[in-house]
């Protein structure tokens, strides 16, 4: 089946850490996404990419690092620099195009110790 | 800039009665717009979605119409069930950087027995 994966589900960060989410696809999409989802809250764009080895910074995108080497892959990596990084991530992708859909994951959590 | 505005929950219902989540955009041009549901725990998915002017989009017994007069795009349902209950986000996609999606803060929707 066609979908995307993200692990882990839970993944524990201590102070001065830095720590990487995974996430991957196979629904042969050119561009992903990284969100951030606060308690209660929408949900906030971090990182986006339209193609391999190019990405592009979002709303929130200070403490945070992507790279994109591969279609499949896009992995997102919380800095120690993200004074605030306990949330709900979530990664999705889309073909390019008007009207395209972005196909979300299942989320990591991320709890600071 | 694009933006995206919906009704504030929880929205609480009995069985079997009428949903109505309302949304309103803001947006240049003809945005393609979407409503996703997301369950405790999980990914966004995507609940159904129209992509021009009068486009009516179905899925579930759920339906929303594009209207681009009143810029709207309103979740609704006639006869909800215990199972609907979940988070519901309205998104637009920008016609001219259709990479970028505006996602609504979400609304809780709990359905009681």
């Known amino acids: 089946d066609g979908g995307i994966t993200q692990s882990p589900k839970y993944l524990f960060r201590k102070e001065g850490q830095n720590v990487t989410l995974s996430c991957e696809q196979n629904?042969?999409?050119?561009?992903m996404y990284w969100y951030r989802q606060d308690p209660g809250q929408g949900l906030r764009l971090i990182y986006y990419?339209?193609?391999?080895?190019?990405?592009q910074k979002g709303d929130i995108a200070e403490g945070y690092s992507v790279s994109r080497e591969k279609k499949e892959s896009f992995p997102l990596t919380v800095t120690s620099a993200q004074k605030n990084p306990t949330a709900f991530y979530l990664c999705?992708?889309?073909?390019?195009?008007?009207?395209?859909?972005?196909?979300f994951g299942p989320g990591t959590r991320l709890l600071v110790l | 800039g694009d933006s995206v505005t919906q009704m504030e929950g929880p929205v609480t219902l009995s069985e079997e009665a009428c949903l109505t989540i309302?949304?309103?955009?803001?947006?240049?041009?003809?945005?393609?717009l979407f409503w996703y549901v997301q369950y405790p725990g999980e990914g966004l998915q995507l609940l159904l979605k129209?992509?021009?002017?009068?486009d009516k989009g179905s899925n579930k017994g759920f339906e929303a119409t594009y209207r681009k007069e009143t810029t709207s795009f309103h979740l609704e349902k006639g006869s909800v069930q215990v199972s609907d209950s979940a988070v519901y986000f309205c998104?637009?996609?920008?016609?001219?950087?259709?990479?970028?999606?505006?996602f609504g803060s979400g609304t809780k929707l709990n359905v009681k027995p």
């Open positions: 999705a992708s889309s073909g390019q195009g008007q009207g395209e859909t972005q196909y």
């Open positions: 629904l042969n999409h050119d561009a």
């Open positions: 990419s339209q193609i391999v080895n190019d990405f």
């Open positions: 309302n949304c309103t955009y803001t947006a240049t041009g003809y945005p393609s």
């Open positions: 129209a992509t021009k002017a009068d």
């Open positions: 998104a637009l996609s920008d016609q001219y950087n259709f990479n970028k999606f505006y």
